[in-house]
């Protein structure tokens, strides 16, 4: 019965009248992703641009409804999902994406992480079999040629090339991190993105901070005076918020703002408003 509602609905896709066809796009939306395969059907026997121009439309936008919603549970679950958050946001500019897939290669990594690591290590002594494992076992490195390059950003890219930038480096080294307890978060500077090692997985002042790493630089230790230095060279006025561990919605945050700035560049509105839309959503889930 669904079905034949539905066929009927999307049969009335070559409708001339742009507010007739708004109204049938509403009726047809209400059915969620159940509409998909009736529509990818009529997109593969169809000859007509419109109706296929349309179908498209309303393919991408059925998968950004369901990817905003998930990405909302992911971000509001506790503990929050951030390798399914992370897996979300490249399915945004890869919709054929399949987690199971995603999370296989991660678990590989994660498998040889967790048979190396012993809780009777020091944070030090963790941190440098994190490193072991992650550059050298699994030869991921930093991609310091192309740092402006659009697809280093996606999780995808980064799991099957082995190379990223500060961004998608450095939030797959903090989910490896955390999915073997160790307490790592990110901390946003300008022009950086750096991580931290605190007391625990529940502490999140700078007070708990033992040290902060930077997977870009393969791991490296420092401490909060060459941030002292980094700003005192780049000119930037102090402020806590640089030396804090962010919120998981916060660092999700400055991807979509990185994917915002490509589609700024490439002026495609649909793509910008749905950034904005998302960086909303997850503003308003930031304590």
């Known amino acids: 019965m669904v079905n034949n509602e539905l066929r009927a609905l999307v049969s009335l896709l070559d409708e001339p009248n742009e507010s007739n066809f708004l109204h049938i796009q509403d009726r047809i939306f ?47 679950n506790t503990p929050t999902d951030l390798l399914r958050a992370f897996f979300l946001i490249s399915k945004l500019q890869y919709p054929e994406l399949n987690y199971d897939v ?23 002594e963790q941190i440098k079999v994190l490193n072991h494992v992650f550059f050298e076992i699994h030869q ?4 310091k040629y192309n740092l402006k390059s659009f697809n280093l950003l996606f999780l995808n890219n980064l799991l099957d090339s082995k190379s990223g930038n500060p961004l998608s480096l450095g939030l797959l080294y903090l989910i490896l991190a955390q999915s073997v307890h160790l307490p790592v978060f990110g901390v946003d500077i300008p022009q950086n993105f750096i991580l931290c090692f605190s007391k625990g997985l529940s502490k999140t002042e700078k007070s708990d901070i033992l040290f902060y790493l930077n ?15 980094f700003l005192k060279q780049s000119e930037l006025e102090k402020s806590e918020k640089y030396y804090k561990p962010c919120q998981n ?23 910008i408003e749905e950034m904005n839309e998302l960086i909303e959503m997850l503003e308003n889930t930031v304590e």
């Open 30 to 76: 209400k059915y969620g992703a159940e509409v998909i395969p009736v529509l990818e059907e009529v997109w593969e026997n169809s000859f007509d641009e419109l109706i296929q121009h349309r179908i498209e439309n309303m393919i991408h936008k059925i998968n950004f409804k369901q990817i905003k919603e998930d990405l909302y549970d992911c971000i509001t």
């Open 102 to 124: 995603i999370y296989s290669k991660f678990n590989a990594i994660r498998k040889d992480l967790w048979l190396e690591m012993n809780p009777n290590l020091t944070a030090l």
């Open 140 to 143: 991921i490195k930093a991609n």
């Open 215 to 229: 997977p870009f630089n393969k791991g490296i230790i420092f401490s909060f005076k060459e941030i002292d230095m």
């Open 249 to 271: 919605a916060e660092l999700l945050i400055l991807f979509l703002n990185a994917l915002k700035s490509k589609y700024l560049k490439d002026v495609d509105k649909m793509r």
